[in-house]
């Protein structure tokens, strides 16, 4: 097998015309300024489903991270003051599927307390049980791996088992706005 030689290209910064970062707001002082700067980071839009003694649970998150390759890790980030809350701390299987950009009713949906979210689109129980949305971008399946608490969160790792692969284009959020991707010329 050969290979074709790649060629690495340098950038001139001398020319950037990148803007200077505002000045440092020490949280301390003004603790909004946290969940503002949070608020500038581009995330995927998800919902996390489970199935837990025959009743279905589940949350919208977008603080989804990969945490591992062998084994195939995930984790999402739940609030402890939520709705679903003791039934993801017993949840033994769970799905996290990535919303596409026509899917963002679903996103408020499961964000509402006390909605019936599950009549809102179509989930399908998947390979480990967990219910699993159709028409996402994708979703990843498998075993709840381990939690842990963490502040006012609960961070559950997800042991990836299936991977549902769509081909749609996802949802993304960012400056509290949902927003589409776009291609950017290179």
């Given amino acids: 097998m050969t290979t074709s ?12 015309t990148a803007t200077t970062p505002q000045p440092v707001t ?16 581009v995330t995927s839009v998800s919902v996390v489903t489970a199935e837990v003694d025959g009743a279905r649970y589940g949350f919208t998150a977008n603080s ?12 999402v980030c739940l609030a402890d003051t ?3 809350h003791d039934a ?16 963002a009713h679903l996103s408020k949906v499961f964000a509402t307390r006390g909605a019936d979210k599950f009549a809102a689109a179509d989930f399908p129980a998947g390979p480990t049980g967990a219910p699993v949305l159709s028409g996402a971008t994708v979703a990843l399946e498998g075993r709840v791996h381990e939690r842990y608490t963490a502040g006012d969160h609960t961070v559950i790792l997800l042991e990836v088992q299936h991977v549902h692969l769509g ?3 996802p949802l ?8 589409e991707l776009a291609q950017v010329a290179s």
């Fill in 82 to 84: 939520a709705e679903c």
């Fill in 5 to 16: 030689p790649v060629t690495l290209t340098s950038v001139d910064t001398s020319t950037s």
């Fill in 26 to 41: 020490d949280i301390a002082a003004n603790p909004a300024a946290f969940r503002e700067g949070l608020a500038q980071m």
């Fill in 64 to 75: 989804v991270t990969s945490v591992s390759m062998s084994p195939a890790l995930v984790l």
């Fill in 172 to 179: 993304t959020y960012q400056g509290r706005m949902f927003r």
């Fill in 88 to 103: 993801f701390l017993v949840a033994e299987t769970a799905s996290i599927n990535i919303l596409a950009a026509d899917q």
């Fill in 167 to 169: 081909e749609r284009e």
